[in-house]
């Protein structure tokens, strides 16, 4: 089974505080969730492979590390998770971004593709799905196994908050992905949104409604 992250850094707490107030303006909101995402990338890309290569410092050679191994890839479930490409690349700029168009049916609750444009060599990349909510998980679902349809075979998901039952459908229908999460919330209400949760994160980082 895949595994969860919470995570518990103090400055990720802190942010996402105010990206769940509603008097927090669009402009902030955007600019807490590239920082929040930026940060949570520091815990998606712990455990990369390194290799040790030669070179000059301004004083000898010497033997240094660098990144090694499958290259990255950035795929943001559209629209909201468009929110937190600009944090990951800040920290990845090397990463190439995919794209993966979903919508959630107001009457079924169930997604629909509308649009995907991945990188070509998908199959040789570790992948970081982004959404900023896992609420019911059918989106970070569809998703992920359109992904895999495609050649995808290193795939982990993240999210700025989850609720438990977003989390159990992922795990059930993908149990070998990780899902890396900033707050895991109490449960979703009748109409699907999270609780307490940050109200629709797509309307909110671009002032919709």
């Given at each position: 089974m895949g595994k969860v992250i919470e995570m518990n850094h103090p400055l990720i707490k802190h942010k996402l505080t105010f990206i769940r107030d509603k008097n927090t303006g669009s402009k902030q909101f955007?600019?807490?969730?590239?920082?929040?995402?930026m940060l949570m990338g520091y815990?998606?890309?712990?455990?990369?492979?390194?290799?040790?290569?030669?070179?000059?410092?301004p004083i000898m050679k010497a033997k240094s590390e660098v990144i090694s191994g499958k290259k990255l890839g950035i795929v943001p479930i559209l629209r909201a998770g468009l929110g937190m490409v600009e944090g990951m690349l800040n920290l990845l700029p090397a990463a190439k971004v995919g794209h993966v168009g979903l919508y959630r049916d107001p009457e079924t609750l169930e997604p629909v593709e509308y649009y995907c444009k991945l990188p070509t060599d998908v199959g040789?990349?570790?992948?970081?799905?982004?959404?900023?909510?896992?609420?019911?998980?059918?989106?970070?679902?569809?998703?992920?196994?359109?992904?895999?349809?495609?050649?995808?075979?290193?795939?982990?998901?993240?999210?700025?908050?989850?609720?438990?039952?977003?989390?159990?459908?992922?795990?059930d229908a993908h149990p070998d992905i990780d899902?890396?999460?900033?707050?895991?919330?109490?449960k979703l209400n009748d109409h699907a949104y999270i609780i307490p949760g940050l109200g629709d994160a797509g309307d909110r980082l671009y002032g919709t409604k």
């Open positions: 955007r600019e807490l969730v590239k920082e929040v995402s815990e998606l890309t712990r455990d990369l492979s390194l290799e040790t290569i030669d070179i000059d410092t040789e990349r570790q992948l970081i799905v982004l959404d900023p909510m896992l609420a019911t998980g059918g989106s970070a679902k569809a998703a992920i196994t359109f992904l895999k349809n495609k050649g995808a075979t290193n795939i982990r998901f993240a999210c700025l908050i989850a609720a438990p039952e977003g989390i159990k459908a992922v795990q899902i890396y999460v900033g707050a895991v919330d109490e």
